[in-house]
């Protein structure tokens, strides 16, 4: 993938090799190291919370249990994949092009309009399907996996949802909040999910997704409309 992406731009002329001779520039490689700390922190915040989750399952249940979540969960990732490899590549470099605030609410909205509704339909068509898509994808062996789908889809839809306000604080390099945001809710998963499945069983581990989301979706819903709603008189 590398080598045909790098002959098709110096092919067409947007990379030059000549480009990469320029003097080093210190402001610059500060401004993206900003950026390397949030990555780095995605990175492994994101495993690690997934990991100590499936750890404390497979004890507090089975390894069959952890599967099935594990399941589910990939499921999840896949299904998304469309949605959230259009926030990287359009969404983000789009963010940190406004510099003004009422250019970023109407792309929020822009997008947000057309992505939502692209992830309801595929959560609702993948919940009502829900036992072709174990059948085809895994085996009949895991159908108790189908309780699982309703919240792990809500908290889908709510992660989405809240990702559109979150990569703001990537766009305009609010590296502290964002790291601390990442490190909160990664923790706050794993609490939930031991705090909840004492109480649902292994279903509660799909409650403590959704739970997580809502309350970092509230968080970003504050956050933001602190940020961009503000009087007239402040914008650039």
Not at 104 to 128: D, T
Request: include cysteine; glycine fraction near 4%.
């Amino acid at each position: 993938v590398f080598l045909l992406t790098a002959g098709w731009s110096l092919s067409g002329g947007w990379i030059r090799f000549t480009e990469f001779a320029a003097r080093f520039n210190s402001q610059v490689c500060r401004d993206l190291m900003h950026y390397t700390a949030m990555a780095l922190i995605t990175a492994v915040t994101l495993p690690v919370s997934l990991i100590l989750v499936r750890t404390y399952l497979s004890k507090a249940f089975s390894e069959q249990a952890a599967g099935y979540w594990q399941a589910i969960w990939r499921i999840s990732d896949t299904y998304l994949l469309v949605v959230t490899n259009a926030l990287a590549v359009y969404y983000l470099p789009k963010l940190a092009e406004l510099k003004h605030d009422v250019q970023v609410r109407r792309e929020i909205f822009h997008v947000g309009i057309i992505a939502m509704p692209l992830v309801l339909l595929s959560a609702g068509s993948i919940y009502l399907f829900r036992d072709y898509v174990l059948r085809i994808l895994f085996a009949t062996s895991f159908f108790p996996a189908r309780e699982l789908f309703a919240y792990q889809l809500t908290g889908d839809c709510l992660k989405i949802a809240s990702w559109l306000l979150s990569y703001l604080m990537i766009a305009r390099a609010m590296t502290k909040i964002y790291i601390a945001t990442e490190l909160i809710f990664s923790a706050s998963f794993v609490i939930l999910t031991i705090a909840l499945t004492r109480l649902f069983g292994l279903r509660g581990v799909t409650y403590a997704f959704t739970l997580n989301y809502i309350l970092y979706l509230l968080l970003m819903i504050f956050l933001f409309r602190r940020l961009l709603f503000r009087p007239a008189a402040a914008e650039p």
